[in-house]
C-alpha cells in the first residue's frame, strides 16, 4: 500500500507558478505509477499529469502540455508537480494517486486506475 499526501496549494497570481509535492508512504514507492488529477467546484474530476515507475515516461493532459511538468524521486518516495503560467482555469483541489504496480497495465488517463488518493491541495488561481 502506497499511500499519497499532497502539499504545496495556495493562492497565486495569474501568471505565476507553484510546486505540488506528493509524499507517499510505503515500501515499494519506486514500484507503482503516479498520477495527478484535479478537481474544480461542480466539474468532474479530471486527469492532469501520470508518471511511469521510474519516471521514464511522463503523460499529460493538452489543456496543461507545457506549462505542468511531472517528476518523481524514489529515493524520498515523492512525486512533484511543477506548475507554471498558472490560469484561472486551473484553480482545482489538486490530488495524487497511487496507479499499477510496475508491469501492470495501465490506462494513465483514467481514475479507475488508480488505488490510493490523497485528500488533495487547493490551488487558486486569482486573475
Known amino acids: 500500500q502506497v499511500q499519497p499526501v499532497e502539499s504545496g496549494g495556495g493562492l497565486v497570481q495569474t501568471g505565476g507558478s507553484l510546486r505540488l509535492s506528493c509524499a507517499a508512504s510505503g515500501r515499494s514507492f519506486s514500484s507503482y505509477a503516479m498520477g495527478w488529477f484535479r478537481q474544480a467546484p461542480g466539474k468532474e474530476r479530471e486527469f492532469v499529469a501520470g508518471?511511469?515507475?521510474?519516471?521514464?515516461?511522463?503523460y499529460y493532459a493538452d489543456s496543461v502540455k507545457g506549462r505542468f511538468t511531472v517528476s518523481r524521486i524514489n529515493a524520498v518516495n515523492t512525486v512533484y508537480l511543477q506548475i507554471n503560467t498558472l490560469k484561472p482555469e486551473d484553480t482545482a483541489v489538486y490530488y495524487c494517486a497511487t496507479g499499477p504496480r510496475y508491469g501492470s497495465s495501465w490506462s494513465y488517463a483514467s481514475p479507475s486506475e488508480y488505488d490510493y488518493w490523497g485528500q488533495g491541495t487547493q490551488v487558486t488561481v486569482s486573475s
Open positions: 508518471i511511469s515507475w521510474s519516471g521514464g515516461r511522463t
